[in-house]
């Protein structure tokens, strides 16, 4: 699996968009990219993933560069409840008889009013 | 649905001494997985499993061992506790066909004296 790099903290304002980015420049052709986060003293939440399109839901906005070595997750209006550790995931989406999440140490975003 | 759920939530051993953290999902998920989590470190995986009878080393097995008896339940034994294991864990699930998408337990705190 790939590995990832991302900013060890980030500031937002409430109400503005919280744009968090993951470098993976080693990232193979069939690796997707995961975002999960995790608020204080909770199990981790996923939120997103992609290939190599862009990707929204209903939490967030996965942009991912044509060349697929980076990638920006976007909170679109980021509330205080978004503040969390927000981890940057890639791996092959199946492999029969693994499961292998490999959570680094994320981006500690702080969501201030 | 409740989830995935773990107990305790909290508990203190004495080094040398044997315990079994409970984790059970309600969800059908064939997957199963065990995670670990330290100070700085992320998350890494200690066991997972891929269907009733079923189970394989992650990361970190060693000192742990785990079973599959059903499809809802994945206890994780603590043969001989050590300081080394002091942490946060966390249990999680999901489908075959969902691979990007685990749902995480709430944890359990362990503190080995």
């Known amino acids: 699996d790939a590995k990832t790099t991302q900013p060890t903290s980030m500031d937002c304002a409430e109400g503005r968009a919280a744009n968090l980015p993951c470098n993976h420049s080693t990232i193979s052709g069939n690796e997707y990219v995961y975002w999960y986060r995790q608020i204080h003293s909770q199990g981790p939440q996923y939120i997103i993933h992609g290939l190599k399109n862009n990707e929204t839901n209903e939490m967030a906005s996965l942009i991912i560069t044509e060349d697929r070595k980076s990638s920006t997750l976007i909170l679109p209006h980021a509330t205080l409840r978004d503040t969390a550790v927000y981890y940057c995931?890639?791996?092959?989406?199946?492999?029969?008889?693994?499961?292998?999440?490999?959570f680094g140490t994320g981006t500690r975003l702080q969501v201030f009013p | 649905n409740a989830g995935v759920t773990q107990t305790p939530k909290f508990q203190v051993l004495k080094t040398g001494q044997s315990m079994t953290l409970q984790c059970a999902q309600d969800?059908?998920?064939?997957?199963m997985s065990w995670y670990r989590q330290d100070p700085g470190m992320g998350l890494r995986l200690i066991h997972y499993?891929?269907?009733?009878?079923?189970?394989d080393q992650g990361e970190v097995p060693n000192g742990y061992n785990v079973s599959r008896s059903t499809t809802e339940d994945f206890p994780l034994r603590l043969l001989s506790a050590a300081p080394s294991q002091t942490s946060v864990y966390f249990c999680a699930s999901r489908t075959r066909q969902a691979s990007y998408e685990q749902y995480f337990g709430p944890g359990t705190r362990l503190t080995v004296t």
């Open positions: 995931i890639v791996r092959v989406a199946k492999s029969y008889n693994t499961d292998k999440l490999i």
């Open positions: 969800m059908n998920h064939e997957y």
């Open positions: 499993s891929v269907g009733a009878g079923i189970t």
